[in-house]
C-alpha cells in the first residue's frame, strides 16, 4: 500500500478520556488525516469486547488502520502519524541529525514513564499479595520522580524536548505530564517540563483533545 492510501482513508482510534489515547487523537488532529474516535468505558462489557477482539491486551489506545491493520503501542502511533505528515515538523525526519534523540525519546517515555504509570495506577496487577499493592504504588511514584528528573537532563536547554520546535515527545510527555500525582511538585522541581505542558495545551488543534481528556494546563 503506498503513502496516498495510508493517508487517504480513515483511521479509527479506541480511546478513554484520560487514558494513553490522549496524545494519539492530539497527533490525529495535527496530522490532518481522516480519523473517527470510539470511546471505550471501563466498565462497558460490550464495547470491552470489541476491543478485546482487536487487541487482545484490550488496552488503549488502539489504532485500526484504514487498511484494517491494528496497531497498538502509543509511542509507535505516534511515530508513525507523525511521519506522515513530515511538514509538520513533529517527527524529524530519517536524514534528519534529531531523529535519534527523537526515537530515544518516545521510547524512553514509553518504556519507563508510561510502564511506571501503570505499576502506580493497576499497582495489584505487579504483586500476587494484594497487602504488597500500597508498597508498589510507592515505589512506582519514586521511578517516576527518579523518571521525570532524567527527562529533564536529556531534553536541555530546551525550551522542547528536541530543541526550537514542538515536536511528537512533547505532546507525548505532555500527556504523561498530566498523570504524575502531585503535578503542582513536578511542575515546581522542572519549570522546564510546565513549560512544554503549558505549550502543548496552548496549540490550537491539541487544546480541544486535551479538554476532552480532562488534562489541565499549569497556570504561568
Ligand atoms: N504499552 C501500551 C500501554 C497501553 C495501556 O496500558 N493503556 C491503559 C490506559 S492508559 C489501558 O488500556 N489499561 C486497561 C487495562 O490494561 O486493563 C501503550 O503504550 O499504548
Redesign the pocket.
Known sequence: MGARAIKGGKYTLYGRPG??SAAVEAMLELTGVNHQTIDVGKADAEALAKLRALNP?????TLVLPSGEIM????AMLVFLADLAPKSGLAPGVDDPRRAKFLRLMVYL?ANL?MSF?RFY?SDRYIADPAGADAVTRAAAEQIGFEWRVFDDLIAPGPFALGEAMSGVDIYAAMLMDWTDDRDALFARHPRLAAIARAVAAHPKIGPAWSRHGIVPPSA
Open positions: 487514558s494513553g491486551l484490550c488496552q488503549v489506545p497498538t503501542e502509543s509511542a514509553s508510561y501503570l493497576y
